[in-house]
């Protein structure tokens, strides 16, 4: 017959393979990511088709980690900073997913347009933009792997410069709307906001496990 503390033991183990399996999943995720950075930055159409085909598996793995996610929560009745690190991991796996659909959407309008245009200041934004929005995913990615409950305190500060790139890089858009044309535009102005998206879902990743951590989110409203 199994003891209290073989249970607790047991139970204890299934936390801990989540927590892995969310790490796993964000480290596939951010590779991806960074992927997609590169297909942009670089002109890379012929890796297109290998970021949409690495989302695949990217999204099996989160179905999967929903569900046992779920089935902890009903069969376990978790109590404390237990449920809260399973409520946090239903968001975070949230947060992963969309971000992972967020990299195959960039690479999609790089290759509609067939390449983004050839410009210094746009190139030098762009490669900015992806690098510092890779660098929030990294970062909420590494909350998850360490329980670092100050990585999401500091992630709305570290997330400004993304902010601030985005920002310069839909001005600089709008100031050469002339040379390279409405439809490069538009998709220069959705490959901004995907990669401002994917930076604040890593925000969100990071203050997730500080809720988790501390029990309360890093702006009091937790």
Do not use: W
């Not at 590779?31 to 990217?58: K, M, S, Y």
């Not at 929560?73 to 978790?78: D, E, V």
Request: proline fraction near 2%; hydrophobic fraction near 45%; aromatic fraction near 6%.
């Amino acid at each position: 017959m199994e003891s209290a503390f073989d249970t607790r033991h047991h139970y204890d183990d299934e936390l801990d393979d989540i927590r892995a399996a969310l790490v796993e999943l964000g480290s596939m995720v951010a590779a991806n990511i960074r992927r997609a950075g590169v297909v942009v930055t670089e002109g890379r159409l012929n890796e297109v088709d290998a970021v949409i085909g690495a989302d695949r598996p990217i999204n099996a793995r989160y179905h999967d980690l929903e569900e046992k996610v779920f089935t902890i929560l009903a069969l376990q009745q978790p109590v404390a900073s237990d449920l809260r690190f399973l409520v946090a991991a239903t968001r975070i796996l949230y947060e992963m997913e969309r971000s992972g659909d967020l990299a195959v959407n960039i690479v999609k309008q790089v290759r509609r347009l067939d390449g983004v245009p050839t410009d210094l200041r746009l190139d030098g934004l762009v490669l900015r933009l992806s690098d510092a929005s890779a660098r929030m995913f990294d970062h909420a990615v590494e909350a998850v792997a360490t329980m670092n409950a100050a990585i999401g305190i500091g992630a709305e500060q570290e997330d400004e410069e993304t902010d601030t790139v985005t920002g310069d890089l839909f001005t600089a858009v709008t100031e050469r709307q002339d040379a390279i044309g409405l439809e490069a535009c538009v998709a220069l102005f959705y490959i901004g906001r995907f990669f401002e998206r994917i930076a604040d879902h890593g925000v969100n990743i990071a203050q997730h496990i500080t809720f988790a951590v501390t029990g309360e989110f890093p702006d009091g409203d937790g």
